[in-house]
């Protein structure tokens, strides 16, 4: 059975940095494409990075240069460093591992196992 715990979201001021970190358990985590999306109140659930197995990513366009997404497969644990951030980021921050080579079918959410995710609030 697949298991993600998600855990580093926090409060923090504007232009301030936060690491996320994502724990799976239950399948070979070195080959499942994993990713972070976030959720904001009134908002859909939107992809906000990802990486496969070959350690390829893919970012929102509102997070380039911002955040970084990395894996440690020694550790079946995926990361968010973010930095910068701002108000706009402030939302529910959700892992997910999607068993597909492609990381598009993770990004559109497709059979993807998901955490139960960690808050992220940015103030101005």
């Known amino acids: 059975q697949v298991q993600l715990v998600e855990s580093g979201g926090g409060s923090v001021q504007a232009g301030g940095s936060l690491r996320l970190s994502c724990v799976g358990f239950?399948?070979?985590?070195?080959?499942?494409?994993m990713g972070w999306f976030r959720q904001a109140p009134g908002k859909e659930r939107e992809g906000v990075a990802a990486?496969?197995?070959?350690?390829?990513?893919r970012y929102a366009d509102s997070v380039k240069g911002r955040f970084t997404i990395s894996r440690d497969n020694t550790k079946n644990t995926l990361y968010l460093q973010m930095n910068s951030l701002k108000p706009e980021d402030t939302a529910m921050y959700y892992c997910?591992?999607?068993?597909?080579?492609?990381?598009?079918?993770?990004?559109?959410?497709?059979?993807?196992?998901w955490g139960r995710g960690t808050q992220v609030t940015v103030s101005s």
């Open positions: 239950g399948y070979t985590y070195s080959t499942y494409c």
């Open positions: 990486i496969d197995s070959f350690a390829s990513t």
């Open positions: 997910a591992a999607n068993v597909g080579l492609a990381l598009e079918e993770l990004w559109v959410g497709r059979n993807n196992y």
